[in-house]
Each structure stands twice: as C-alpha cells, then as structure tokens.
T-cell receptor, first 115, second 114 residues
Framework: NAGVTQTPKFRVLKTGQSMTLLCAQDMNHEYMYWYRQDPGMGLRLIHYSVGEGTTAKGEVPDGYNVSRLKKQNFLLGLESAAPSQTSVYFC??????????????FGDGTRLSIL | AQSVTQLGSHVSVSEGALVLLRCNYSSSVPPYLFWYVQYPNQGLQLLLKYTSAATLVKGINGFEAEFKKSETSFHLTKPSAHMSDAAEYFCAVSAPRAGNMLTFGGGTRLMVKP
C-alpha cells in the first residue's frame, strides 16, 4: 500500500516553462488537495477536489491549474512558471465516514525551483 | 474564516525536558484540530486530532494535546523530550464542512539538545 505518491520529487524549471505535478493515491479517497510549503508560512492550500471531475480554488490558486479526471489522480499544472512559485509542493488525500471527517494523508513532496 | 497561530517558530529543549508547543486558533464554528509532524525531506504525519470528543487527546510517540475552548488553544506537550523528536510541528484547524480543508499554522521547529 503506497498511500500518496508524488512525482517528480525534484524539478528545476526556467521562468516561463510549463510542467505538471502528478499525485496518485491508492486508498480510494474522495478528497484530494494540493498545498505549497514556504518557510515560516506553513502549508497553504492551492486547489482541492471533493470527487472525480470536480475541483475548487484554495487560498493561493493564482498561476496554477488542476484536474481530477480519475479518482486516484490529482494533477497540478503550472502553465508559465515564475520564480515566486519556487516551493515544496505537497499532495494530500482524505475521506469521510459516519464518524466524520478523517485526517489527511500526505505525500513526500515535490521540490520545485524556478530560475 | 479560520486561522492558526503557533507561538515560537523555533523551540529548543534539552533531552528529557518537557516539550510545550503552543497553538491558538480562531474558527467561526466548532473546529477540528490537528497536530502534524514533519521530519526532514518528508511529508507530514498525523500526531493527533481533536474532533469534539475528549478534550485531552493522546497521540503517537508520547505526545498529547488539550483543547481549551475558553482560551482557543490546542497546545502540544510531551513530558520528556527525546532526540528523535527533533522535527517541525504544525498545528492545523478544519471546519467540519464540505472539502475538509485544513488551515495550517506557520510551524514550530523543535530542537533537542543532548
């Protein structure tokens, strides 16, 4: 059981380039999330999804797009990378039960540098 | 709207000493509260959670936290620090609504001195 897997783990881009970060979970979770982590700011939510085919904006969505075509995958895209998007990106997933909302499970992160 | 404030971006304790990491929150509805730990170059692992049951919550690795509504606090404690506790700790709040979105504090880096 791999949990939440993020690819790639590291990437260096030039300003203006595009790329897609992939998140895959094998726990059949309904909810998936993309965060960015910057020093002293904790994690901030970029976009999230409450189910296959649905996405919504989080706290810092500008410059990013997402897609959830399959329940197990959540893609984060940067169409035109900027140095301000240099960060560590985390994907997470979670689910609900009759007992309520369950904690989020996190991947190991993707370190992205924009030159 | 929700927010989380973690007092002290860096905390240093001696091995065997009490660990106290502070977290205050604001939420317009009764919150769910979480503490996560992050070891270097890894993702976040859940330490413990509060979801409106017992106010004193016990987690993994000997950590516990107490929900105090009157103080809007959810401080994390451990009676005796171990070298392996050195990591970054994040407090987070979630409102029990669609999306289960978490709002994180800025994090506290715990250093343990031998």
């Amino acid at each position: 059981n791999a949990g939440v897997t993020q690819t790639p783990k590291f990437r260096v881009l030039k300003t203006g380039q595009s790329m897609t970060l992939l998140c895959a979970q094998d726990m059949n979770h309904e909810y998936m999330y993309w965060y960015r982590q910057d020093p002293g700011m904790g994690l901030r939510l970029i976009h999230y999804s409450v189910g296959e085919g649905t996405t919504a904006k989080g706290e810092v969505p500008d410059g990013y797009n997402v897609s959830r075509l399959k329940k197990q995958n959540f893609l984060l895209g940067l169409e035109s990378a900027a140095p301000s998007q240099t960060s560590v990106y985390f994907c997470a997933s979670s689910y609900s039960t009759a007992q309520g909302l369950q904690p989020q499970h996190f991947g190991d992160g993707t370190r992205l540098s924009i030159l | 709207a929700q927010s989380v404030t973690q007092l002290g971006s860096h905390v240093s304790v001696s091995e065997g000493a009490l660990v106290l990491l502070r977290c205050n929150y604001s939420s317009s509805v009764p919150p769910y509260l979480f503490w996560y730990v992050q070891y270097p170059n890894q993702g976040l692992q859940l330490l413990l959670k509060y979801t409106s049951a017992a106010t004193l919550v016990k987690g993994i690795n000997g950590f516990e936290a107490e929900f105090k509504k009157s103080e809007t606090s959810f401080h994390l404690t451990k009676p005796s620090a171990h070298m392996s506790d050195a990591a970054e700790y994040f407090c987070a709040v979630s409102a029990p609504r669609a999306g289960n979105m978490l709002t994180f504090g800025g994090g506290t880096r715990l250093m343990v001195k031998p």
